[in-house]
């Protein structure tokens, strides 16, 4: 069941983020040569950062297949804080594509640049904004499913292209109406949402690298899961910690002190396999048994 898991998520993941290699290379053609062309800095600049989004789609499917190599001697828990470092690699690119776009904006507006709206420029940039809007909610589902953080850091980078398409209608409308530096001042304000995203998928990186716990859904739906086990008298001590896409949870169960030690076991085992079967993600679980006794009560 854990292995079935995470095998059809990695195709999943594969699948989406190889879509995405050949969207980005076919967007990032596209942009570079009408901006080109057009004399478009915005759309120029776009195109660039639709190429960007094909190196973070690369870090994806390293971090996927460094992330899913079975568990060895030097790293029993298995190697999927792998794909965490891919999230905070691709969270730290999000940070300085806004950071670029803030940069370059504002020594476009300190030079007073303004370049002559183009047809070509707008039309690119509403197919750019459809063809990545899609990809992102594409992604970003998988991500969700298969709880990669990576991917998830994944779909923003997409979303964040998306937004940097819309400056550069921005800048082709408020061109027409007359305002020469609204192309500028969108893409300021576009950076500044990236980085934001950029420094909140960092901060969830680093909180899972310092043994955070699972959300509190999954928490509820854990708590459930034991509580539905009419074997179990009592419980405590649950413990969980995320590992890549995988939660890694620990807990005491208290049983009839009568039993033997063979249906103890069955109970704990029992149990296991309940969670595996109703939380969605790859679970690894240690079950600690102990005789339902008025010393072990909490």
Sequence with gaps: MHNDKRTIADRQIKSITYIGIAVNIALSVVKVVIGSLAGSLALLADGVHSLSDVA???????????????????????HGRAETFSAGLIALVLIFVGGAMIYYATMAIARDEVTVPRLGVLIAAIVSIVAKEWLYKATQKIAIQSHSPALYANAWHHRSDALSSVAVVIGFISLEFGFGHGDQVAAIAVGLMIIWVGVRIVSDSLRELTEGAVDSDTIEHIRGVINANSSVRQWHKLRTRTVGREVFLDMHILVDPDLSIGAAHEIAENLENALHEQITRPVNITVHVEPDIPDLRK
Aim: proline share 9%.
């Design 56 to 78: 973070t789609d690369a870090v994806v499917l390293l971090g996927l297949r460094l992330g899913s190599k079975e568990p060895d001697q030097s790293h029993p828990y298995g």
